[in-house]
């Protein structure tokens, strides 16, 4: 079972900042089987990047995937104020796990 | 692409509950789906997953041996039978269709339905 961890646990940034998230799984993940989500306070989880780095449908490009083997990375290029949120790492493909998230609230 | 779980409620320690996910707006049996969950303040822990057709099924360890998920695809529904329940499984439950038919991330999401587990 691969287990996913997050860092930072918070970030506190500012709109018009730039955000780095991390992911690093405790096996290499196969077939770059690798998500994020966000999501916001009472509403379901938003899938934003799937296999690595490909973004999903209406997901702005200052969203951008990368890495690959155990250690990952969504990088927010500039922060919006509707960006402000919970980022869930994600390892699928038959059985799934979810890292514990990142928050990114406002500095 | 609609999701829309029911079946949530309050049952005490021990006892049995059935989630149902009612999916309508695309090919059901061409797609897996999933049950992901979230316990109050916390973060996402998936449950379980099933093939488009039904035949693969998976489990989260904490769940293997009490939950049991399966589908109907002439109804569109998908469910997730809890046996044995305790407090810690209390969460929302969500139901998210996969982007494949076996494996994929979860594109589509339910508003999910409150499980408590509680005497």
């Known amino acids: 079972e691969i287990v996913l961890t997050q860092s930072p646990g918070t970030l506190s940034l500012s709109p018009g900042d730039g955000a780095t998230l991390s992911c690093r799984a405790s096996?290499?993940?196969?077939?770059?089987?690798l998500a994020w989500y966000q999501q916001k306070p009472g509403q379901a989880p938003r899938l934003l990047i799937y296999?690595?780095?490909s973004r999903a449908t209406g997901i702005p490009d200052r969203f951008s995937g990368s890495g690959s083997g155990t250690d990952f990375t969504l990088t927010i290029s500039r922060l919006e104020p509707e960006d402000f949120a919970v980022y869930y790492c994600q390892q699928y493909g038959g059985s799934q796990a979810f890292g514990p998230g990142t928050k990114v609230d406002i500095k | 692409v609609q999701v829309l779980e029911s079946g949530g409620g309050l049952v005490q320690p021990g006892g049995s509950l059935r989630l149902s996910c009612a999916a309508s707006g695309f090919t059901f049996n061409s797609y897996a789906m999933s049950w992901v969950r979230q316990a109050p303040g916390k973060g996402l822990e998936w449950v379980s997953g099933?093939?488009?057709?039904?035949?693969?099924?998976y489990y989260a360890d904490s769940v293997k041996g009490r939950f049991i998920i399966s589908r109907d695809n002439s109804k569109n529904t998908v469910y997730l039978q809890m046996r044995s329940l305790r407090a810690d499984d209390t969460a929302v439950y969500y139901c998210a269709r996969e982007t494949a038919t076996y494996y994929g991330p979860e594109d589509y999401w339910g508003q999910g339905t409150l499980v408590t587990v509680s005497s």
């Open positions: 296999g690595v780095s």
């Open positions: 096996q290499t993940i196969n077939y770059n089987y």
């Open positions: 099933i093939s488009g057709p039904g035949g693969d099924t």
